[in-house]
């Protein structure tokens, strides 16, 4: 049997390699298309290939009576409609490490480029002026490096900047004393990280947690001197800030690969002589133009033949015997992941999913990935779905481990999820109710009856008289509206759980406010 692939962008020939060198796979190479040309012709492939210039429609989808897969040379698949592929059966694969080493080796030439202020002495010498006085360096052996965010890149970062003999001080959501000591690093809060770095590079995807997370505030905890460099994603930094640090003499320099706005014509920050930039050329080598087309070649042969994939992007078809009686909890499922990791900032090491029930009698893996994938996303967004969420787990060092029951203690069916971190133990269960949808039912030790969306706010307090008339006068202060209220205690006077849905997202200071009540132990604000 053999199978036609169109490319419907430049890749490149060496990436193709693999297709051409493959039997009974047909490869035609027609870049450019119109959307229109491209919907008349994609009903006689079976494999489409595409970079980020083709948007691969829905129209287009429903118009690919034949096809199997899309390969995305790259890691962005936001010109490619999920949703409608998987809905067609059509598995969505693509390259998330193919430029790892690229963007680390650009990392790594930008510090050392910032230590000894290459670009500027260039500059200088482009206009005649010889001045080795002005651009005299420093050199990286026993400085600080601080990385924030330690996925793939910002670990090849560390291990390249240990062979220029710098002291890597790195701060990850999910790194331990432990991982960091076998990686042959220091451990650090995010907080030690900026106080006592010399060098600090940002290597986390921009989410609404990451959005300018080095603020004015994060300069002010930083040594005077300290020099910056952003090769991940525009928006982690704060530009503005980053200007006025740089005027006011904290910042010695920046190098910048990515910026909040691109392409741009005009940005004040490279008016500044210590600020060099480079046009987003973290990925951009030859050799990463050629792995990241390998890679996604390799499983759309992989994929045909009857292989498993090793990068898939969208949930696998699931039996429609398993799917019709899953499906009603996916988003259940999800939420409660989603709900539980903010109740806990301490790193993840293990994650128990318990289905009783009905649930108990049926395969439960594509509910688990869905609840892994909530556990996740807090801190990788969209880099984490359905699919991959297992293997980033098990990346992440946490353990996942399913268990089935037959106690549902008074609910037809029980999806409960804990997790367990060095020092502590979270949980929280979530059911179905007839006509009434996804309820969470259960935190931690309390009982409670609450729709898992919106805006929560969960608070822990001491069981007085008089703390909820307070804490309604705070909120009422800040014009938050409450929704809905509930209330669970074990024991008079003891411990109690007030668990409120508010009509808005509630910002740091008017939950630092709350948790100024002497009574009130943690306020947790969660929008799902």
Sequence with gaps: MSFNILIADPLSEEGLQPLQDAENMNLVIETNLSPEELESKIGDFDGLLVRSQTQVTRNIIQKAKNLKIIGRAGVGVDNIDLDAATENGIIVVNAPNGNTNSAAEHTMAMIMSLSRKIPQAYYALKNHQWDRKKYVGVELKNKTLGIVGLGRIGTEVASRAKGQRMDVMAYDPFLTEEKADKMGIRYGSIEDVL??????????????????????????????????VNCARGGIIDEEALYNAIVDKKVAGAA???????????????????????????????????????????????????????????????PNE???????????????????????????????????GDLSEVEVAPLTRNTVKGLLTRHLGDHVNDVNALYLAKRKGININENKTSRTRGFTNLLTVEVKTATETRSVAGTLLNGLGPRIVKVDKYSVDVTPEDHIVVIYHQDQPGVIGRMGSILAQHHINIATMQVDRVDIGGEAIMMLKVDRHMEQKELDELKSLEEIHEVTAIDL
Excluded at 300 to 313: A, C, K, Q, S
Excluded at 325 to 339: D, V
């Design 256 to 318: 910048l690969d990515v910026f909040e706005e691109e392409p741009f014509h005009d940005n004040k920050l490279l008016e500044l002589p210590e600020v060099f930039a480079t046009p987003h050329l973290g990925a951009s080598t030859i050799e990463a133009q050629e792995n990241v087309a390998i890679d996604v070649c390799q499983d759309v042969i992989g994929f045909l033949m009857g292989d498993l994939v090793r990068n898939p992007v969208n949930l696998p078809s699931v």
């Design 195 to 228: 106080k006592e770095a010399d060098f600090i590079t940002v290597h986390t995807p921009l989410l609404k947690e990451t959005k300018h997370l080095i603020n004015a505030e994060a300069f002010q905890q930083m040594k005077p001197g300290v020099q910056i």
């Design 322 to 356: 398993i799917m019709s009686k899953i499906e009603p909890y996916f988003n259940l499922a999800e939420k409660l992941g989603s709900f539980l990791i903010h109740l806990t900032d301490e790193v993840v090491e293990e994650v128990n999913i318990y289905y009783a």
